[in-house]
C-alpha cells in the first residue's frame, strides 16, 4: 500500500534494556536489506493505556497509512484497540516481547539480529498489504433464518430466535411438531431432587411458537434444494415425499440443523432372541405400550409383571449398538420405573456393561438403584429364550460373581440413538463415481466407477438439505455419522458456514440438553447473520472482513481449490473454473496455498507479501556459520504455543525467523522453494494436530501441508539438498515445551549436516 508509513518501538516489558533502540530506530529509517523508508520513527514506553492512546492520536493526526508498532505479540491486544483505525490503514505487530528478549539473551548480537529481521519484516508486511474491505454483498444479507427439524431442538432453536426479533421459518417433514419427545410416556426428571420421570412438556412449547407472529411453520414439508450460500440462502421446499418443488420458496440468512435421531436397529445379537422372540423389544416399542396404560406383552396381550432391560452399549463388537450413549442407559432407568408404577409387585432387572447418569442424574439413578423392585447389575447376556410363558435370561461375568438366570415376562434392548444426517461427501463421491462410470476413458476405469456407484446406493435419496455446494449437498459426517466440527474449540460450527446442527442429529441429547444446545446454535445462526451483515467472518477468525481474490485470467482450471477448501467456499463452473463465495468463506488461506499458479491472494496476506517477507531477513554468508531457519508457524496454535515460551522465559536458537501463516494449508510451497533458493539452511513447518480426532482450527489445513510435501521433496531433490531440511511437526497450543525442544533439535540436526549450498547465489 502506498502512503505514510509509521514505525513506533516500544522500549517497555525489558525490550529497551535487552536491544540496541537506536539501531532498530535505524532499521526503519535507512536499511540496506530493504527498500523501504519510515515517514516517522518513535520510541514509545509502553503500549497500553496513556502511551497507546498517544498512538492512536499521532496516527490519526499524522494521517499514517501503514503502522508498525513493534513491542509485544499481537496476541497482547485481545481488545482490538484499533478497530477505528482499520477501514483505510494497514496495522502490523512486531513481536519483539514475546519472541525476542523474554526467549533470548539480553544484548547479545544474536538476539540484536533477530530483532532487526522481525522489524524488517513487519515493515514489509504492512507496506506489502493493504486495508481488507467487506465483499460487495455485505450489505443485502437476509437475516432470516431457517430451523430444519420440528422437534424439541428445533422448536427451542426457533422460538429464541423469534425472540431474538428473527424472522424464522420451520420446516418439518412430518404433519405435525413434537419429534420424539411427543411419542415419549414421560421424560427423565429435569428438576431437583431428580427422582421421578416428568410429564412431557413439548404440547405447550409447540403452542408457544405457533403464536409467534415471526414464524412461519411448514409441516409437511422437506428441502426441495438449497441455492446460494450464508446470509443469501435460496430455500424451496416440497411436499414430504414428492419430487420437484414449488411448496414454497424464500431466502435464509443462516441455517439451523435440527433433524433429530432414530433408533439403531440391533445387529450381530441373535442370542437375545429379537425378531425372533415377540416378547423382546427395543426401548422405543417400550416407550409406545408404556402410553398405552398398562403394560402388556406383545405375544398375548397379557399384562406384563417382570422386565429385564438389557443395556449392550460398550460391546466389544463395534458393529453392535454403536450409537449407545448415556441417554439409553437413563431410558432403562425411567422405564424401570414404569414397570413399578404398574404395581408394588412389579419387578425390573437391568443388566449393563457401563451405567452412565452423568451430572444431576447421578441423583435419578440413586433414587432408582435405592426402588425395592429394582435390581442392578453389571452382567453380560449369554442368552435370551423362551420357556413355559416365559423368557429366559442366562447372565454371566456379574458384580455377584456368579452366573444368574432370571425369567420375566419381558426383554427390553437399549437401542442407540442414530443421528438423522445425510454424509454430503460420500454423495458427493457417489455423484462423481456415476461421472466416472458413465465418461471412463478405459474399461477399468467404468468398471471401478460403476462399483463405486454400488457401494454407494445406500446414500441415495438421504440428503436432507439438498445444498448446491461443489462439495456435496449435506454436511460432511464423522465416522459415527455424526456432523463434522471443531469439537474442542467451537463445537457448534459445521465445516458449512452458517449452518449449526443441534440436538440429538449433533450430539446424543436428552430433552434438557436439546434444549441447551438449541439455544446455543439460534444463538450461533443469529450471530453469523449479523457478522455477515458486516462483512465479518465467524469463527475461528471471528470479525475478519478480508477474503480471497482470484486473477482468473491464469486459472488453469485443476481444481485443487475446489477440492482442498475445508467449507465449501468454492463452486466450479463445468470447466472446472472456480467459483467463490465470500460469506462461505472462513480466511484461512488453504486456497491460497493450493494453487500453483499463485493467483489467490488477500488484501493483507497474499503470496508476493510472505515472498517478499522472506527476502527482507539477513541471511548471514557462509564463513560467518550463523545459520537461519525459516519456521511457518500456525496463528492458532503453533504461534501461540511460541508466545507462551517466552512468557515462561524458555530459551531456543536465535537463529530462527518465525512466519506466522493463517493455518498451514495456506502456506504456498513456493514460500518453501524461495527460501531454499536464497539459502536458508531449514525450514520448520509448525501446525496444529491432524488426523480423525484432528484439532486443527481449519479441519484439514496441516493434513493438506503434509500432503504438499512431496512437492517440497520433490524440489529438494531438484536442488540436491537433504530432506530433513524440511520438517512438519503437529503443535498444540499446550505444547509449550516441545516446541522449544523441537526448534532446538532441529537447529542442532541442520548445523550438524551443514550449510545450505546456495548461500550467496
Given at each position: ?6 514505525v ?18 535505524k ?5 540496506e ?56 490503514r ?35 508486511r ?27 431442538a ?9 425472540r ?7 420446516v418439518?417433514k ?6 420424539w ?37 411448514h ?27 414449488g ?17 439403531d ?49 460398550g ?29 408394588d ?7 449393563y ?44 461375568d ?29 454423495i ?70 452458517a ?66 477448501c ?14 467463490p ?98 539459502g ?29 510435501g512431496d512437492?517440497?521433496r ?24 516441545k ?22 547465489f
Amino acid at each position: 500500500m502506498q502512503g505514510k508509513l509509521g514505525v513506533y518501538i516500544c522500549t517497555g516489558y525489558g525490550i529497551g534494556e535487552a536491544l540496541d533502540i537506536e539501531a532498530l530506530q535505524k532499521v526503519a529509517q535507512d536499511d540496506e536489506f530493504i527498500d523501504v523508508k519510515a515517514d516517522l520513527v518513535k520510541t514509545v514506553p509502553s503500549c497500553e493505556g496513556d502511551d497507546l492512546e498517544a498512538i492512536k492520536a499521532e496516527i490519526a493526526a499524522e494521517d499514517l497509512k501503514n503502522v508498525v508498532i513493534a513491542g509485544p505479540s499481537a496476541r497482547f491486544y485481545a481488545d482490538d484497540p484499533f478497530y477505528d483505525f482499520k477501514a483505510d490503514r494497514v496495522l502490523e505487530f512486531v513481536n519483539l516481547r514475546e519472541q525476542v528478549v523474554w526467549c533470548q539473551p539480553p544484548n547479545e548480537e544474536d538476539t540484536q539480529k533477530m530483532a532487526e529481521d522481525y522489524l524488517r519484516m513487519g515493515i514489509i508486511r504492512a507496506t506489502k498489504a493493504n486495508p481488507p474491505a467487506p465483499f460487495e454483498q455485505a450489505g443485502q444479507i437476509n437475516k432470516d433464518i431457517l430451523v430444519v427439524g420440528g422437534g424439541i431442538a428445533g422448536i427451542t432453536a426457533a422460538t429464541e430466535a423469534a425472540r431474538a426479533g428473527y424472522n424464522v421459518h420451520l420446516v418439518e417433514k412430518e404433519q405435525a411438531l413434537g419429534g420424539w419427545m411427543a411419542k415419549l410416556h414421560k421424560s427423565v426428571p429435569t428438576k431437583p431432587p431428580f427422582k421421578e420421570p416428568e410429564p412431557v412438556d413439548v404440547a405447550e412449547r409447540i403452542k408457544a411458537l405457533e403464536a409467534m407472529d415471526n414464524v412461519t411453520i411448514h409441516t409437511g414439508a422437506e428441502i426441495a434444494k438449497i441455492d446460494g450460500a450464508p446470509g443469501m440462502f435460496e430455500v424451496s421446499l416440497k411436499a414430504t415425499g414428492a419430487e420437484g418443488n414449488g411448496l414454497a420458496t424464500f431466502t435464509a440468512g443462516a441455517i439451523v440443523q435440527a433433524t433429530g435421531w432414530r433408533p439403531d436397529k440391533p445387529k450381530h445379537i441373535d442370542h437375545l432372541g429379537f425378531e425372533k422372540l415377540p416378547d423382546v423389544i427395543t426401548n422405543i416399542q417400550m416407550e409406545e405400550l408404556a402410553r398405552g396404560g398398562k403394560i402388556a406383552r406383545p405375544s398375548d396381550g397379557k399384562e406384563v409383571r417382570s422386565v429385564a432391560f438389557v443395556q449392550v452399549g460398550g460391546s466389544p463388537d463395534p458393529g453392535v449398538f454403536s450409537h449407545c450413549s448415556s441417554i439409553v442407559d437413563l431410558t432403562a432407568l425411567k422405564q424401570a420405573l414404569y414397570v413399578r408404577e404398574q404395581g408394588d409387585d412389579r419387578k425390573a432387572f437391568i443388566f449393563y456393561d457401563h451405567l452412565r447418569a452423568p451430572g444431576h442424574y447421578e441423583d435419578f439413578y440413586r433414587a432408582v438403584q435405592a426402588n425395592p423392585g429394582v435390581f442392578l447389575t453389571k452382567g453380560k447376556v449369554e442368552s435370551v429364550t423362551a420357556s413355559g410363558g416365559k423368557l429366559v435370561l442366562d447372565v454371566k461375568d456379574t458384580m455377584l460373581a456368579k452366573a444368574l438366570t432370571v425369567e420375566v415376562d419381558l426383554v427390553v434392548l437399549g437401542t442407540g440413538m442414530k443421528p438423522i444426517v445425510a454424509d454430503g461427501e460420500a454423495i458427493r463421491q457417489l455423484r462423481d463415481a456415476k461421472v466416472r462410470a458413465e465418461k471412463g476413458e478405459s474399461e477399468d476405469q467404468r468398471k471401478a466407477g460403476a462399483e463405486l456407484v454400488e457401494k454407494l446406493k445406500e446414500h441415495e435419496g438421504t440428503s436432507i438439505l439438498n445444498l448446491n455446494y461443489r462439495q456435496g449437498p449435506d454436511l460432511p459426517s464423522l465416522k459415527y455419522g455424526y456432523p463434522d466440527s471443531h469439537f474442542i474449540c467451537f463445537p457448534y460450527e459445521s465445516r458449512r458456514t452458517a449452518i449449526y446442527p443441534t440436538g440429538a442429529c449433533r450430539t446424543p441429547t436428552d430433552g434438557v440438553q436439546a434444549v441447551e444446545d438449541a439455544t446455543g446454535a439460534a444463538m450461533k445462526a443469529i450471530q453469523v447473520v449479523e457478522m455477515l451483515s458486516r462483512g465479518e467472518a465467524p469463527h475461528p477468525r471471528a470479525g475478519d472482513i478480508s477474503f480471497p481474490d482470484f486473477f482468473l485470467q491464469r486459472c488453469t482450471q485443476c481444481k485443487r481449490c475446489t477440492e482442498e477448501c475445508p467449507f465449501g467456499a468454492l463452486n466450479e463452473d463445468v470447466k472446472g473454473t472456480p467459483q467463490p463465495n465470500p460469506t462461505r468463506c472462513r480466511r484461512c488461506g488453504i486456497c491460497l496455498g493450493s494453487c500453483p499458479e499463485r493467483i489467490i491472494s488477500f488484501k493483507n496476506f497474499s503470496v508476493d507479501q510472505i515472498a517478499n517477507v522472506i527476502k527482507a531477513i539477513e541471511v548471514p554468508e557462509e564463513f560467518e556459520e550463523k545459520p537461519r531457519f525459516l519456521v511457518f508457524a500456525c496463528e492458532n496454535d503453533a504461534y501461540p504455543a511460541l508466545d507462551l515460551a517466552g512468557q515462561r522465559r524458555l530459551r531456543y536458537s536465535p537463529f530462527i525467523r518465525v512466519i506466522p501463516v493463517r493455518c498451514l494449508g495456506s502456506m504456498n510451497p513456493v514460500w518453501v522453494s524461495e527460501a531454499l533458493s536464497k539459502g536458508y539452511d531449514g525450514i520448520l513447518l509448525l501446525g496444529c494436530k491432524f488426523g480423525d480426532d484432528y484439532q486443527c482450527h481449519f479441519i484439514k489445513g496441516s493434513e493438506l501441508a503434509d500432503y504438499r510435501g512431496d512437492n517440497i521433496r520433490e524440489k529438494l531433490q531438484q536442488m540436491a539438498l537433504e530432506n530433513e531440511r524440511v520438517q512438519l511437526h503437529e503443535i498444540q497450543i499446550s505444547d509449550v515445551d516441545k516446541v522449544v525442544q523441537i526448534i532446538n533439535d532441529f537447529a542442532e540436526e541442520i548445523t550438524g549436516i551443514g550449510m545450505n549450498p546456495f548461500k550467496g547465489f
